[in-house]
């Protein structure tokens, strides 16, 4: 590395050790730390003061595990520090090669500087999640547990207010000149806390791991390695329960499109309606809030206003038809992905938050950094062997040294959340990650939960007591066929339906006919049809219809005189206001669908009918939303436009030897003279995302800060502050 004055500023230094990186290193380092790169900065003094910022330091700790933060405490606490004294220092904790590779990864990071002597800026320390050293040294924990055990009642309330908030405190007590006996004293003394400065105290994270019950992690800075009991038939398992949230999805929208469930003024979904949609569609409060969110991420459920309605509400959107067609793995992908990327936190739904009691699509249940916290876990899921199930303690274990800077968020009772959601989602089954919880990180998952999936069958066994069952998962049409007919009893793998009078009627009543009911039950039954259902379905097939009502306001008729008399006679005949107007004919002044509700309601089952005598579905058709406009994912820039960022770095940090590089008035004049002559210029271009592209383009004109040029077979405008080079491209 070059030799620079030991006073240069911290950031001119990474600057000049930036310039002796290869472009591929430059590349592969704006990859790492892609906030940096855009837009291109101008020369290296700029990217090491990015580098170098709060916000890009505080977000690439993310990315470094226990290990990493251990390496470079040390550097920072002994600057110029060799490989080899930090092996030895950290020796017993972790193995040489791995400090050697963390190291390197530090410095691909930009984070600490060198080849034999490792050096860092002191603003680096932003990286690290806490205030004090904490890592350079093996924790005791006899020591801890001493302390813990001798600390008063003040002593104890205070660290277990910092246990379960923020790790600093502010207090005088921590400065100089406090008596020994304060009780913050004998925590400093202890070891409990540890001093940030005269009037801020911090709560060690091994005190902290001892005061929540987690199991300790300083002491080694190796990675956890994640065992556990084996879960057979784990894949099996896991798509059971993607039918299960596939079936459950199909039943809130189907409470959802009956009847919408009413906005909120806080906004998203009250308790009330989340209790009626999940008394409705019979789930627990918790899976019907877990649903709600995932369909509604899922552009499947929107918020909107319904004709004659002034109160929004959440229903079903137009998608749902098409998506319920889909193929069942295709259908469950799109809620696993969604469940995925979902920026909430379902867990909090049902608990008190500052605006009260947090409801489903409520705004205090946001999170930016749920799907890095799933992500985590499934990350540490994937570490156990195949068909295993690590203890949640020791998923903390490895969340916690993969991701320290999330060790106050990703808490055992989190975590745990997040793996039973992953299990009603099918990612994860009876503790152990799936095979499709496998591909869902890295690849589309359905392909790996349609291995799994049993194939759709459409058939059923038929008994005499009138049940039928589906032995196996089935398509939403067949579903939707068999509930017309019959009611469901329980669902599961096999589920049970039970033909009965009703559901006779309600199959009649949407206009299939009793040879239409029979022809189906004879078409997808594996066994015979009892004859008990054949007489069920002919009995209720002659009683159908015998009153027939149709529209006027809406009529009432009937080939028996004295069943007309009988309904005329009955008290629903002033509420629906029925007149005779034959001996076997009534008009009334209401609705087709509220007289034939009405009559129902009295105990008389009247078949509804069209103008030509055909029986007609009143049943209301199910609410559809439009989809709501979902804004684009943000471009990520590429490998290649990467390495043209670290070209055009290098370019703005030196002049050009080769005349690329121009001023302003030489820019003007180069392309006013081109767009005279009609020849082909390469430009250097930054667009308004910050991203490098090079073009040739062949100018036409220059004017009002607009560079107007053939960009292949299209013309198209440059704005002429964003042109960073220019030449001529014969």
Known sequence: MSSIAASAAPAALLAEWLRGRDDAEITALL????DVA?????????????????????????????????VLELVLAESGIDLDALARRLRGR?????????????????????????????????????RTAQLIAPPDLADIDAALAVAGEDERALLDRLAEGSPLGRTAAAGPGTSTEHPVQRMLASGLLARVDHQTVELPWEVRARLRGELPLGASLKPPVLDGPPVPGVDGAGAVAALELLRHADDVLGVLGAVPAQRVKAGGIGIRELRRVAKAAG??????????ELLAAAALIAEGELDGEEDSVFAPTVAVDEWQRSEPADRWALLARTWLDLRRQPALIGTR????????????????????DRAAVLDALALAPEGTAPATADLHAATRYAHPSWYRRLTLQAIADIVEQAQV???????????????ARTTDPAQAMAAALPKPVEEFLLQADLTLTIPGPTTHDFAASVALVADLESAGGAAVYRVTDASVRRALDAGRTSAEVHAFFAAHAVTPVPQGLTYLVDDVARRHGALRAGVAGSFLRSDDPALVAAVLASPAAEALALRAVAPTVLIAQVTLSDLVAGLAAAGFNAAAEDSRGVVVDLRPSAVRLPPPRSRPPAARPTLEQLADAAVQIRRQDAPSDDGAGVSGRELMELLQSAAGDGRSVRLGYVDANGVFTR????????RHGQLTAVDGDSPRRFALHRVTTAEYAE
Do not use: M, Y
């Not at 193995?95 to 050096?119: C, F």
């Not at 989602?425 to 591909?439: F, K, P």
């Not at 073009?695 to 220059?702: M, N, R």
């Open 283 to 292: 789930l627990p409060e918790e899976r019907a809030a877990l649903l709600l």
């Open 695 to 702: 073009h040739v383009v062949v100018p036409e004109s220059v």
């Open 94 to 130: 972790a193995l040489k090669k791995q400090v050697a590779a963390s190291a390197g990864k530090l410095v691909g990071l930009a984070l600490i500087r060198g080849e034999q002597e490792l050096h860092t800026a002191p603003a680096v320390r932003e990286a690290v999640p806490w």
């Open 353 to 372: 938050g500052e605006e009260g009691i947090v409801g489903p699509l409520h705004r205090a249940a946001r999170s930016t950094v749920a799907p890095q």
């Open 31 to 34: 990859d790492a730390r892609r």
């Open 38 to 70: 855009t837009p291109v900065p101008a020369g290296f003094p700029v990217l090491a003061s990015r580098l170098l910022s709060p916000s890009s330091l505080g977000r690439v700790s993310e990315h470094l595990t226990l290990l990493d933060l251990a």
């Open 425 to 439: 989602v099918g990612l994860v089954a009876g503790g152990a990650l799936t095979a499709a919880g496998r591909a």
